[in-house]
């Protein structure tokens, strides 16, 4: 089965610009989440898409933004990019769990290196 | 999230088990235990999870206390391709907001 995939895997962009990465999941799996990877900050969550509809997010400004499609593939948007900006954006993806919660056995892409110059 | 302690570094010796201890003493009853693992520029990768019980799988086994306050993640044989950050996480999966922490850096020598 293959793995989570995620493009482009590198990608410079310029101060006020912004960047759509995809993602596409484990198939079978409706699960999508986002997380930025920075050495000072570490692992955060961004958001977790289920079926279309964002159901969980983090502590992030209104500039991130995501959406899944219905083929459970997902991007998600990076508007006015800043310096602050440049990280590894990782995609994870998993089965549903019920009740709405995270289902966290979550298999992760290689990640997109974003560089905001 | 329950929050979580790990140790920053560790070094074992090629084909010896590594022993990588997790604090989580404010876990809550019905949350679980996970672990996940990421080589240097990779993406995580899951390990195992737990509740209460003590679990095996493949990769490691996983021991937790009677009081749930703390675990061990078990690599029984490290090689050297299990160098890696090893992050234990308590995620809170109705707050749906788990952050990975620091994890602990295991070093696999020969």
């Known amino acids: 089965k293959a793995g989570v995939t995620q493009t482009p895997r590198y990608l410079i962009k310029t101060r006020g610009q912004q960047v759509t990465l995809s993602c596409s999941p484990i198939s079978g799996h409706r699960s999508v989440s986002w997380y930025q990877q920075t050495p000072g900050q570490g692992l955060q969550f961004l958001f977790e898409y289920f079926s279309e509809t964002q159901r969980n997010k983090g502590n992030f400004p209104g500039r991130f933004s995501g959406r899944q499609f219905s083929n459970s593939r997902s991007e998600m948007n990076v508007s006015t990019l800043e310096l602050g900006d440049s990280a590894l954006y990782l995609c994870?993806?998993?089965?549903?769990?019920?009740?709405?919660?995270?289902?966290?056995?979550?298999?992760f892409g290689p990640g997109t290196r974003l560089t905001v110059t | 999230d329950a929050k979580t302690t790990q140790p920053p570094s560790m070094d074992c010796a090629e084909g010896r088990a590594a022993n990588l201890p997790c604090n989580h003493s404010t876990i809550s009853g019905n949350e679980y235990v996970y672990w996940y693992r990421q080589i240097h520029s990779q993406g995580p990768q899951y390990i195992i999870h737990g509740l209460k019980n003590n679990e095996t799988n493949e990769m490691a086994s996983l021991i937790i206390t009677e009081d749930r306050k703390s675990s061990t993640l078990i690599l029984p044989h490290a090689t050297l391709r299990d160098t890696a950050v090893y992050y234990c996480i308590v995620p809170n999966t109705n707050a749906g907001k788990s952050t990975f922490g620091d994890g602990t850096t295991l070093t696999v020598k020969p």
């Open positions: 994870a993806s998993s089965l549903a769990s019920s009740g709405g919660a995270i289902n966290y056995e979550q298999y």
